[in-house]
């Protein structure tokens, strides 16, 4: 049974940096593209970023380029979100999930809980 556990968020200042991280467990994701959502209230479950399986290939939604960083350690099947640069609207819960491709980034498994992060202005 596949599961994904995410860790890393909470309360910062807009301008500040998080670094969120993704346990994925049940089965082997070293071969696997892996992708960050997030989740803002009332607000449909959005792509924030994605990694293929070696780290070569990354994709990013416009609204986080230049401020958000994946990565991936494939020997603890963990995918990081280094988030720099927060701003108010990046509030939500965000969410990791294996993706079909960096460019076909449908996810595959349900959603683990999140973690939260809220920005403050």
């Known amino acids: 049974q596949v599961q994904l556990a995410e860790s890393g968020g909470g309360l910062v200042q807009a301008g500040g940096s998080l670094r969120l991280s993704c346990a994925a467990s049940g089965r082997t994701f070293s071969s696997a593209a892996m992708g960050w959502f997030r989740q803002a209230p009332g607000k449909e479950r959005e792509f924030v970023a994605a990694i293929n399986w070696n780290g070569g290939i990354k994709s990013y939604a416009d609204s986080v380029k230049g401020r958000f960083t994946i990565s991936r350690g494939n020997a603890k099947n963990m995918v990081y979100l280094q988030m720099n640069s927060l701003k108010p609207e990046d509030t939500a819960v965000y969410y990791c999930?294996?993706?079909?491709?960096?460019?076909?980034?449908?996810?595959?498994?349900?959603w683990g809980q999140g973690t939260q992060v809220t920005v403050s202005s």
């Open positions: 999930n294996e993706v079909l491709s960096t460019e076909r980034t449908t996810s595959r498994w349900n």
